[in-house]
Antibody, heavy 118, light 108 residues
């Protein structure tokens, strides 16, 4: 069974940092792009970033470039989102998603919640 | 950036009736469009890719159509478990990947 398990969410201070992790199982992780999508409370889906299967190509929402970075460790089947200079508007449920052709998300994790507040 | 607009925002349909959801792109996306279902308290689930190809395990009552700028998701006979918010997403011209605001389907 294909599974994605996010972790690392929690409470962060404005200006602080958090690193989210996504552990994948049930598929050949190294063959697929991976994405982060977030959802603020009561709001819709917002694409954050996509990383190619080999980690060589990164795509970011323009508004987040420079504060967020992504990486993957194919030896550990794990995908990461490093968030810095956090703002209140970054508070959201962050989903990790297996990404087909690095374009649409065919499997989603359950998400991890990030709250940015003093 | 391609803007995706969904309508209506909320749709109330009786069980067994047809539900028709619309998604419009601000410029042509060809058939590079996906639909997702998000049930209350759950993660989104892929329903349709390529505008009309059902994902694995998706019931046949869900169908997608359209190309260019206008797309439709049809639920042919609404079931109670179809209560959800439905999102469209284009992947033709990116970054960014962009989602519509969603259509909430309620059971009448």
């Amino acid at each position: 069974e294909v599974q994605l398990l996010e972790s690392g969410g929690g409470l962060a201070q404005p200006g602080g940092s958090l690193r989210l992790s996504c552990e994948a199982s049930g598929f050949k992780f190294r063959d697929f792009g991976m994405s982060w999508v977030r959802q603020a409370p009561g709001k819709g889906l917002q694409w954050v970033s996509t990383l190619s299967s080999d980690g060589s190509i990164t795509y970011f929402a323009e508004s987040l470039r420079g504060r967020f970075s992504i990486s993957r460790d194919n030896s550990k089947n794990t995908f990461y989102l490093l968030m810095t200079s956090l703002r209140a508007e970054d508070s959201a449920l962050y989903y990790c998603a297996k990404t087909w052709g690095s374009r649409y998300m065919d499997v989603w994790g359950k998400g991890t919640t990030v709250t940015v507040s003093s | 950036e391609i803007v995706m607009t969904q309508s209506p925002a909320t749709l109330s349909v009786s069980p067994g009736e047809r539900a028709t959801l619309s998604c419009r792109a601000s410029q042509s996306v060809g058939t590079n469009l996906a639909w997702y279902q998000q049930k209350p308290g759950q993660a989104p689930r892929l329903l349709i890719s390529g505008a009309s190809t059902r994902a694995t395990g998706i019931p046949a009552r869900f169908s997608g159509s359209g190309s260019g700028t206008d797309f439709t998701l049809t639920i042919s006979s609404l079931q109670s478990e179809d209560l959800a918010v439905y999102y469209c997403q284009q992947y033709n011209n990116w970054p960014p990947l962009t989602f519509g605001e969603g259509t909430k389907v309620q059971i009448k």
